[in-house]
């Protein structure tokens, strides 16, 4: 399984960007998909989560300003950041939870760079 994600820039504060994230190879189901992200010196940090239910869970950072979606068919999770803050610069990883059809397996992206600046 491999994922792809785009869409990372520099914005300005109070800009917009949106995050994509596509995943491709051997895959009967996913069951949840999310975004972390990692700054300089940091731990890596869940900013938003989205079951196969489309129930949703975000870090109490990001609440009212950023928003996760999914598109099951395209194998697709994006991440809609608006109200972008200098704090929220980072490196912005995609994960899934998908299964071959056997047990479920986490896969990361690359990792995008996100960059606000004041």
């Known amino acids: 399984v491999q994922l792809q994600a785009s869409g990372g820039g520099s914005v300005q504060a109070g800009g917009s960007l949106r995050l994509s994230c596509t995943a491709s190879?051997?895959?009967?189901?996913?069951?949840?998909m999310g975004w972390y992200r990692q700054a300089p010196g940091k731990v890596r940090e869940l900013v938003a989560s989205?079951?196969?239910?489309?129930?949703?869970n975000y870090a109490d950072s990001v609440k009212g300003r950023f928003t996760i979606s999914r598109d099951g068919a395209k194998m697709t999770v994006a991440l809609q950041m608006n109200s972008l803050k200098p704090e929220d610069t980072s490196v912005y990883y995609c994960?899934?939870?998908?299964?071959?059809?056997?047990?479920?397996?986490?896969?990361w992206g690359q990792g995008t760079q996100v960059t606000v600046s004041s």
């Open positions: 989205i079951t196969r239910f489309g129930a949703t």
């Open positions: 994960y899934m939870l998908t299964s071959n059809g056997d047990s479920y397996l986490p896969s």
């Open positions: 190879g051997s895959i009967v189901s996913i069951r949840g």
